[in-house]
């Protein structure tokens, strides 16, 4: 049997010590021509670029997604191309299975979970982790809500991004299948880790503060320009947490309290006054833009 290539893409766990192992099999069993940045597949998986970025093949399984029309008819071009004995699966007569496959479909060893000694407060501050925007691999500029939605990643399963720019898997699993201003595409690349969340249009200071409460972050969009009486721009940030009435946030890009003109490292666990959240995120009192958690 001929074994479909997308499968193994669209299935394949960066945390499957396996999985891993089995790609990087298949890596060495490949003729060096298909790994090469010019390589007709690789330019299809890359919209068409040929920068000469070096060929990871790792990195082409991690962030395939099936919704990417370029990524699927990439796959394809390297199913026709790849040497019919790396397709052997479940063979006949004798035949042995591709040993990257055989590799791949290993079952994982045991995940342990680990014990959860306390409550996840801090002088009424989630310990969310911080990712500044400033630093992404590309559109540093306009990717806040991505880093916004990583940092929230990382709280609820910690592990998932690596490092101070961590966040970078996460956003270049966004613009797999979107764009980073689309609410509902970080909905689907959070599902897609494993966490349930919804947008919403209509909140209120009360549904942040019972998230808080429940140990959870809130992303919400703030309008950070302008002056007070005419509120401009569009920015997406994190609330962590509480100083009395006002909010403990974390924003990618720096903080409001500078005007943004300090280090982007200002805006880890800065202090936004409720009253400056009242006039812009909710100035109805229930029409605050945010991403709650399930």
Sequence with gaps: MVANL?????????????????????KSALPPELLTPTTEWVVTYRDGKTDGVA?????FFKFFSERNVN???AVAQLQAAIPP??????????????????????KPPARS???VTSAPFTNSVLAVPYFSQVDNYRDGERTCNSSSCAMCLEF?????????????????KVFAIGDTIDHEVQTQVLQDYGVNSSFSYGLSFSDVDKSLAAGKPVVIGILHRGSDDEPTGGHMIVVIGKSGQDYVVNDPYGSFNDGYEGSPENGKGA????????????PAGNDGWGRIFS
């Design 271 to 282: 202090v936004y006054t409720k009253s400056m959240l009242e006039l812009r995120w909710a």
């Design 85 to 106: 004995d790396l397709l052997i699966d479940d063979g006949k007569d004798g035949a042995a299975d591709a040993a990257w496959i055989e590799k791949y479909r290993v």
């Design 71 to 73: 990524h699927t008819k």
């Design 113 to 115: 979970t680990p014990a």
């Design 6 to 26: 997308s499968n193994f893409f669209k299935y394949y766990d960066e945390k499957n010590p396996n999985h891993v192992e089995s790609i990087g099999i298949l």
């Design 55 to 59: 060929v990871d093949l790792h990195n």
């Design 156 to 172: 609820l399963q910690p592990g998932t991004l690596i490092g101070e720019t961590g966040d970078d898997s996460y956003v270049q």
